[in-house]
């Protein structure tokens, strides 16, 4: 449900990995990554990102949750408050609590795209608030933060130069709008940004487990050193696959993208027909996010629905259709449906919605 349903494309990445086995890498590689990799990604951020690091600024790790878990691990200290507009991704409050932080949920609304605003940012700063974390494109509401929102949170963010924000951009490229943009970009955020990206999404690599981040030097040293005593360096053969892909033209996997916004567009379409659903339109990733609260209270086939999560399970059990429930992302009103799935499968998943919901 959270990761594309197609397989790892174009060939030439998988045969890299088939050339990096018969080349034999097969011992350890540095901690935090290959040079080519590293270097790779630099080229990456410098290309898409329009955002210039060196070599010790980059840290590749088994994936992006292991770049969040060594952020948290080496920024936290106990009672370090870490504001999460909601909705955010399931694992984000959970990392935070394991190390000691406390997560503060920034409510947001369907009004606003499920973006936080700049009041809503100067509202909940508190002297104890040491980071932020936010991704965009957002899992799970599809929301992008444009340049100009970007800019007006920074705005927020600047008058607080102890604040650091982890800026999640693994759906980079899943995006239907205008384009993507980094709040690193900005001069006066690059020293207290985080950016963490990976492969994961973008190039249907999820199995790979390949991650990477680009932070000030002090921050990307120490992740260096958490992780030498944790996992050590990635796996060496996704690792010499992920060069291959990072330095491919992105027109490589643009047939993936433009599936998904056929996708999106029939997800809202038919979900237009269904009584109670109330949903934005998402920018990117491959989700959407609906309000469901017009069924809390009532009783559908005997079952009383008491919230999202009671939804999510009368929906799995009548209808065989599986959602998360919005609790799992800071949103009680929603539940999260993927459409990483083929188009003969969303329409059947919707009718089967809408004949248990009728």
């Not at 080229?43 to 898409?48: A, E, G, P, Q, V």
């Not at 010790?56 to 691990?73: D, E, M, R, Y």
């Not at 009004?111 to 899992?139: H, V």
Request: glycine share 6%; charged share 20%.
């Amino acid at each position: 449900m959270g990761e594309p349903d197609f397989n790892t494309p174009p060939d030439f990445i998988k045969e890299a990995a088939i050339q990096a086995v018969n080349d034999n890498y097969n011992s350890y590689s540095p901690v935090d990554g290959y040079v080519e990799l590293k270097e790779a990604v630099i080229t990456k951020f410098k290309r898409d990102n329009n955002l210039t690091y060196t070599l010790p600024q980059i840290v590749v790790s088994t994936g992006a949750k292991q770049c969040l878990a060594n952020i948290a691990a080496v920024m936290l200290n106990d009672g370090d408050e870490v504001l999460l507009p909601c909705p955010y991704w399931v694992s984000y409050s959970d990392i935070v609590k394991l190390n000691g932080g406390v997560p503060v949920e920034v409510a947001t609304s369907i009004d606003t795209d499920f973006k936080m605003t700049p009041a809503q940012l100067e509202a909940a700063i508190t002297p104890k608030t040491k980071m932020m974390w936010f991704s965009s494109p957002c899992n799970p509401s599809g929301s992008v933060y444009s340049r100009e929102e970007l800019r007006a949170l920074a705005d927020v963010l600047v008058k607080h130069p102890n604040i650091y924000v982890v800026s999640d951009e693994i759906y980079e490229h899943i995006n239907y709008g205008s384009g993507h943009a980094s709040i690193a970009e900005f001069d006066d955020m690059y020293n207290n940004t985080i950016t963490v990206n990976g492969v994961s999404k973008a190039f249907a690599m999820t199995g790979w487990r390949i991650g990477f981040i680009g932070a000030p030097e002090k921050i990307a040293r120490a992740c260096n050193k958490m992780q030498g005593q944790i996992t050590s360096g990635a796996n060496c053969i996704a690792q010499r696959a992920v060069i291959t892909a990072l330095n491919a033209d992105p027109s490589a996997v643009k047939y993936m993208i433009d599936e998904f916004k056929v996708r999106r567009d029939l997800v809202l379409d038919l979900l237009s027909d269904v009584t109670g659903f109330n949903s934005n339109t998402p920018e990117g990733a491959f989700y959407v996010f609906p309000d469901v609260s017009y069924y809390f209270g009532k009783t559908l086939r005997g079952k009383t629905i008491n919230n999202a999560t009671d939804f999510s399970l009368y929906l799995l059990e009548e209808a065989l259709v599986a959602t998360v429930t919005g609790d799992a992302f800071g949103n009680p009103n929603c539940i999260r449906i993927s459409y990483a799935a083929s188009q003969d499968q969303i329409i059947e998943a919707i009718k089967r919605i809408k004949e248990v919901v009728s």
